[in-house]
């Protein structure tokens, strides 16, 4: 089974910048890639998927500011985070599924099998 660890966490003031690394085993091409979050007592929200060789998918909150990318060679997928805002605070996770089919389901933390222990994101305002 796949394995993900997340790094790149922390604090940041508004307006700040913070990028997220993903460290996947194995093959890691053979992987569609998402990103979710989850604040304290909220439900987990969709932030951005990236199908291999496809163009990426965002939420509404964080379209614009943030950015999903991948590097196959180097097993890693990453979440630029620009403009930060108190709101975006929560524990961010990286998610795996196998790449079958198309993407229609990738909003859904239940199209994911596969996911990492989670990195902290607290912007102070």
């Known amino acids: 089974q796949a394995q993900l660890v997340e790094s790149g966490g922390g604090f940041v003031q508004a307006g700040g910048s913070l990028r997220l690394s993903c460290l996947v085993s194995?093959?890691?091409?053979?992987?569609?890639v998402a990103w979710f979050r989850q604040a304290p007592g909220k439900a987990r929200e969709f932030v951005a998927a990236l199908k291999w060789r496809d163009n990426p998918y965002y939420g509404d909150s964080v379209k614009d500011r943030f950015t999903i990318s991948r590097d196959n060679a180097r097993n890693t997928a990453s979440l630029q985070m620009n403009s930060l805002h108190p709101d975006d605070t929560a524990v961010y996770f990286c998610?795996?599924?196998?790449?079958?089919?198309?993407?229609?389901?990738?909003?859904?933390?239940?199209?994911?099998?596969?996911w990492g222990q989670g990195t902290q994101v607290t912007v102070s305002s």
């Open positions: 998610a795996l599924r196998m790449a079958v089919g198309a993407m229609t389901d990738y909003a859904s933390p239940q199209a994911y099998p596969y």
């Open positions: 194995g093959t890691f091409s053979v992987y569609h």
